[in-house]
């Protein structure tokens, strides 16, 4: 099959188009480079991704409407998965406008291309951040998620809302699948366990925020690429609704559904950073500190719709996947610096 995806020099876009090219499909990824933090791992994983004759690698903006429909053109694609967007909770705060370009601008792009090509699913990276500070856990995919605490979850939610109004007027089969604490090698810098890790290596402390008072469902990287590789297969449709109305997400006035990524097994951030002081052998120097403006207290997915349509749940345990990481760390961290 010929899939498109954006975002692959990205952390995700980069490990779920080496599935499908070892699997042999051809890919096309589109993704803008942009220096949110070190270009070299970007670089590096594209270069990774050059290895097989099926990629072809587009360096633009998901702003710039005329490449990127010329890119999907000329790609054909069967499926189109959008993983691109400005990411990160934090930085939001400093500069809301990158995320109103990227997020909503540029993925505004993407469904206005979708309708005037035929695709067999359109599948959307959104965020368990959508669900904001909710009370009731897990998380349901039918609970309200209307109370958005940074611009960085408005935009995806923003997105997701677009999304059914272009699926209803124009039949685009579409997923908008949210994610849960992705962690893995090749991850971001600005995400804990690259920071611990890095911080911890050298000797410097780690900045533990909610004074430790936090959890998060971890999803293991190739785990998350499994559910979206399945999930791709299943075009929402009234062929495939769920006769269980109580975890059923598909629309009644368009084949949109969303799906949560995540395995349903929240971990403290503590349990979370003796984990990585296990892997690494040493102690962290901890910096305890209030919780950050726009910081959730917990995540926790409810995986069962998951778990409906695909016959697949999260399962890698943190042990396995900090250990993962810390090895490729290890591995790239002088190519990094250098």
Excluded: C
Aim: hydrophobic share 45%; no cysteine.
């Amino acid at each position: 099959m010929r899939y498109f995806i954006t975002g692959t020099a990205g952390f995700i876009g980069f490990h779920l188009a080496r599935r499908l090219l070892q699997e042999g499909h051809e890919v096309t990824g589109f993704d803008g480079l942009t220096p949110y933090y070190n270009v070299k791992l970007k670089e590096m994983r594209h270069a990774a991704l050059s290895q097989f004759p099926a990629f072809k690698p587009v360096i633009a903006m998901l702003e710039d409407r005329p490449a990127l429909e010329k890119a999907v053109i000329a790609a054909k694609p069967d499926v189109l998965i959008h993983l691109a967007a400005q990411a990160g909770v934090r930085y939001s705060l400093e500069n809301p406008e990158a995320y109103l370009h990227s997020n909503v601008e540029g993925s505004w792009n993407i469904m206005e291309i979708a309708r005037r090509v035929e695709i067999r699913h359109l599948m959307l990276a959104s965020t368990s951040s959508i669900y904001g500070a909710n009370a009731t856990v897990p998380f349901h995919e039918t609970d309200r998620a209307d109370e958005p605490l940074t611009i960085y979850a408005a935009t995806k939610k923003s997105m997701e809302l677009m999304a059914h109004s272009y699926s209803h007027l124009h039949k685009i089969p579409t997923t908008a699948f949210r994610f849960f604490t992705v962690y893995g090698p090749w991850g971001r810098p600005d995400m804990a366990l690259f920071k611990f890790t890095k911080n911890m290596l050298e000797g410097q402390p780690i900045e533990i925020y909610g004074e430790g008072n936090m959890s998060r469902d971890f999803t293991y990287i190739d785990d998350l690429v499994e559910a979206i590789v399945r999930l791709s297969a299943i075009a929402p449709s009234e062929e495939n609704r769920l006769d269980n109305v109580a975890v059923e997400t598909l629309s009644r006035q368009a084949p949109f559904r969303i799906v949560n990524i995540g395995g349903g097994q929240p971990v403290s951030l503590m349990d979370f950073v003796e984990t990585v002081e296990k892997a690494l052998g040493r102690p962290a120097i901890r910096k305890m500190l209030a919780m950050q403006k726009g910081d959730v207290p917990r995540t926790f997915a409810a995986p069962d719709l998951l778990v409906a349509l695909t016959g697949y749940k999260p399962d890698t345990t943190l042990d396995v996947g900090v250990k993962a990481f810390v090895e490729w760390y290890l591995d790239v961290r002088d190519e990094l610096d250098a």
